[in-house]
């Protein structure tokens, strides 16, 4: 990387740390997509497995302790959750039920797959899906699906690694370098791949940036 890339870099961190420690607000929950705010401002999605980390990340990203419900039980975010970034809104994160969640009904696990893949195919203002991955577990074939999915749908992403403090170093790059080369092959997905630990708060400032900048605002 150049010096000047280095600094655009940094610089674009900062504006995000500041942007983000301002207002985050909670605007509501979707459990049907007739529920759905309007489409007038961008906003990005949080999607993977159930348990993946998806809220845990939303809220470090944020810097709050709980804006978005996180818990040890799969299956804990069941809505399409909306937040909304700068005063006034300048985007939208968006945190969704995961998918591959066994132990829920079989008509409640299609309600929040239906719901999710028709949000992620049709919503306007949808600039980039973030599609988390456990670093413990790497892809999965539900994570195969929905990745090929939005490659069909056209929706960009970026692969995201969670909870990077439960392995290994070791393991760690073998894990990165297999989703690495997976991601590759899909032609909607970002070649680089974030890893991250909220509990840690590695790599959050990066994350933090590319999601301001994926907004475009
Ligand atoms: N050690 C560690 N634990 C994490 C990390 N991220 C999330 N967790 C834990 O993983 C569990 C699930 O986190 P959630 O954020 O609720 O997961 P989710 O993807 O939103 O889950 P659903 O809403 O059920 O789909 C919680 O117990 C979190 O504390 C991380 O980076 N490190
Ligand atoms: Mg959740």
Not at 3 to 9: F, I, M, V
Not at 78 to 96: A, C, I, S
Not at 123 to 133: A, D, I, K, M, N
Not at 167 to 193: D, G
Request: glycine letters at 6%.
């Amino acid at each position: 990387m150049t010096e000047q890339e280095d600094a655009g870099r940094a610089a674009l961190e900062r504006r995000a740390s500041k942007l983000f420690s301002g207002r985050v607000e909670f605007l509501l929950s979707a459990p049907q997509l007739k529920f759905l705010p309007e489409p007038d401002v961008p906003e990005i999605a949080f999607c993977g497995r159930s348990n993946v980390g998806k809220s845990t990340l939303l809220n470090a990203i944020t810097g709050r302790r709980s804006i978005a419900r996180a818990s040890v039980t799969p299956g804990r975010t069941q809505e399409l959750n909306f937040f909304e970034v700068g005063e006034p809104t300048l985007f939208r994160l968006v945190d969704m039920p995961g998918y591959g969640f066994a132990k829920a009904p079989v008509k409640v696990v299609e309600r929040w797959k239906s719901l999710v893949k028709t949000y992620l195919r049709g919503r306007p203002v949808l600039e980039r899906t973030l599609v988390l991955v456990d670093a413990r577990h790497g892809l999965k074939d539900v994570d195969r699906e929905m990745m090929t999915m939005l490659d069909e749908a056209a929706v960009g992403y970026r692969m995201v690694l969670t909870k990077a403090d439960k392995i290994k170093a070791s393991e760690l790059a073998k894990v990165v370098a297999a989703t690495e080369a997976e991601a590759k092959k899909h032609v909607a997905a970002f070649p680089v791949l974030h890893v991250t630990s909220a509990e840690k708060g590695m790599g959050i400032p990066e994350l933090r940036a590319a999601v301001l900048a994926d907004t475009g605002v």
